[in-house]
DNA sequence: TTTAGTGCAAAGGCTTTGCAGATGT
DNA sequence: ACATCTGCAAAGCCTTTGCACTAAA
């Protein structure tokens, strides 16, 4: 799915709550689509103020919540550090490799490791949901 | 390994850095070797002050990060809140489940897991050093 | 007696909220 | 019109730090 159909997602989900439709809203979600890929509402707000410099923080804040509520982002803490912001449409769920050196992200994905999870929660009569694997260690280039 | 185990470890610790043995120390560490699994610094302050009302919470965030120092503790921080700690002493590596409606943890580990866990990081030419998983969703009484 | 440790309060770092004015519908 | 949205600044929440004093070694 493009960029076009990720915005028509949104904003019905913005209708359907009764919510606005504002230039904010709108340009916020667009420079999130096209940014990379675990963006923080800081990075993200920087982006905006040259073409956008009265948005302000508070705004991306909220409207970046909002993403998360339509199903469109996902909010990703790592190290406890300030938040991440990850588009999560047509993008399918994935794990992440997190360098201890550079800092750096790689996404990873294993269907065995999906399966054994789901299996291991509800052998404890658990009903999982979603999860999150992350794993520390050197990445090719630092190790 | 016991309790006297784990204080001996931390006393050496602290010992080969040149620090000191004190008094607020001493309790704090027993009272965190003594409390449940996955405790805040919060908490820990609270339970302080019943025996020991002069002891600061400064003091025993700084306490709790030295003993992370130490390998006895590891700092977790889940959904962003505040972060707790956890006795890694005589207590293997372990998963969380959490439940989204009680917030209770379950502690779950399978080796097969751990296994994949290594082998898709080096497959990406990684190093692993220490993962964390965790997965949401409902425990068998809020199910 | 020297240097780490402590308690307090203040400062940080990030997120959330209150408010008055602006703006979609 | 009227409720939502926005920008600003202030407040929250938790953690960390600066400082003068206390206390290990």
Redesign the interface.
Known sequence: MDAAGAKSIFFNYVKKKGLRNTRQREVILAKFLAAEKHITAEDLHNILKKTNPDIGYATVHRNLKLMCDSGLAE?I?I??KK?RYEQKFGHEHHDH?I??KCGRF?E?K?D??ER??DE??RA?????????????????KC?
């Open positions: 909010e803490k190290g406890g938040a490799l360098c201890l790689t990873v294993d065995r490791i054994l999870q291991l929660a404890k009569g658990f009903s999982p949901q979603r999860h999150k694997l992350e794993i520390y260690g050197l990445c090719r190790g």
